[in-house]
């Protein structure tokens, strides 16, 4: 089966960092995204790993472990506007095609404090 | 502007009604998916299409169906055999880029 884990909340003070980890168990693995929601719009792409190691945006930071089934999402500087859902997605891969599927783990609801 | 449309924003359904949630993408993707998310919970794939007339079942497609006649186009049905079908609809494409979404639709019962 497939299965991946995150917390389901975490809080954290406004201008500190914070990370949030994602565990996955999948048949096949093509790529991890991380996705941020705001309550009530759609998910927004935030960062995507392939290969393992960190990938940096400006106040996010993503990192990958194949070999570990991991990956974290570390935010920079909070800031109040950064309180959401963020959603870690492991896209399959069978066999020699690609479907493009994305398997979600539940999503972490951070609460960013002042 | 490319992207993803999905119509209506909000849709009411009545009992033993069919209603049909619309996704049009303008991104001249060949692969486009349907996602529902419940209160709390990540997305789930309820079915996804990688070319036109074709289309795969996801884990949760029962009291669902879906057509592809149009690489724009993936209609999303929910039908009466849904019983559970309060949920938020997300529609997105793109097989080898990170999906995009388009803004929902959200769906309750009358």
């Known amino acids: 089966g497939q299965n991946i884990d995150q917390p389901t909340e975490m809080t954290a003070t406004e201008g500190a960092i914070v990370q949030i980890n994602c565990t996955y168990q999948t048949s096949g693995f093509n790529g991890l995204f991380w996705y941020q929601q705001h309550a009530g719009e759609a998910p927004t792409f935030l960062s995507y790993n392939v290969l393992d190691g960190l990938e940096e945006k400006g106040r996010f930071s993503s990192f990958l472990s194949r070999s570990k089934g991991y990956s974290y999402l570390l935010l920079k500087e909070l800031q109040m506007k950064d309180s959401a859902s963020y959603l870690c997605a492991v896209r399959l891969k069978g066999g020699s095609s690609n479907t493009g599927k994305l398997i979600f783990g539940q999503g972490t609801t951070l609460q960013v404090k002042p | 502007d490319g992207g993803i449309t999905q119509s209506p924003k909000y849709l009411f359904r009545k009992e033993g009604q069919n209603v049909t949630l619309s996704c049009e993408q303008n991104l001249n993707h060949d692969a486009m998916y349907w996602y529902r998310q419940d209160p709390g919970q990540g997305l789930r794939l309820i079915y996804y299409?990688?070319?036109?007339?074709?289309?795969q079942k996801g884990d949760i497609a029962e009291g669902y169906s879906v057509s592809r006649e149009k690489k724009e186009s993936f209609p999303l049905t929910v039908t009466s055999a849904q019983k559970n079908p309060t949920a938020f609809y997300l529609c997105?494409?793109?097989?080898?880029?990170?999906?995009?979404f388009g803004d929902g639709t959200r769906l309750s019962i009358l």
């Open positions: 997105a494409s793109g097989i080898n880029q990170p999906q995009h």
């Open positions: 299409s990688q070319i036109v007339n074709d289309f």
